[in-house]
């Protein structure tokens, strides 16, 4: 059942930017991930980005380091993912997700019940 809601996908030409934003103002209890999948056609999803809730703990996938950011607004009820710098390999729908209480947030982090229906971000070359 999708209870996110994702918003700012499109089509970019390579090298361009994009922010993607998710409200979570349900999804900030205590020890909970905040994070953005992936998934390309004919592939399985894959995590992008995972955040720690409260803050200040950040994930991200290694084909993404250094170009996508992860992060809250003050108020913490909203998760951006920032892509810069996009690929045509980072063609795919994305998708924000918050976890079930954790101990870590990193890509090994399981226990996402909670999926929006995704937004699907193109980049063409």
């Known amino acids: 059942q999708a209870r996110l809601v994702e918003s700012g996908g499109g089509a970019v030409q390579t090298a361009g930017s994009l922010k993607l934003s998710c409200p979570v103002s349900e999804y900030t209890y205590t020890g909970a991930c905040l994070g953005w999948f992936r998934q390309a056609p004919g592939e399985g999803r894959e995590p992008v980005a995972i955040?720690?809730?409260?803050?200040?703990?950040?994930w991200y996938a290694d084909s993404v380091q250094g170009r996508f950011t992860i992060f809250q607004d003050n108020a913490k009820n909203t998760v951006f993912l920032q892509m810069n710098n996009l690929f045509p390999e980072d063609t795919a729908m994305y998708y924000c997700?918050?976890?079930?209480?954790?101990?870590?947030?990193?890509?090994?982090?399981?226990?996402?019940?909670?999926w929006g229906q995704g937004t699907q971000v193109t980049v063409s070359s």
């Open positions: 955040i720690y809730a409260g803050g200040g703990s950040e």
């Open positions: 997700t918050a976890s079930t209480p954790r101990s870590r947030c990193d890509g090994a982090s399981t226990g996402f019940p909670y």
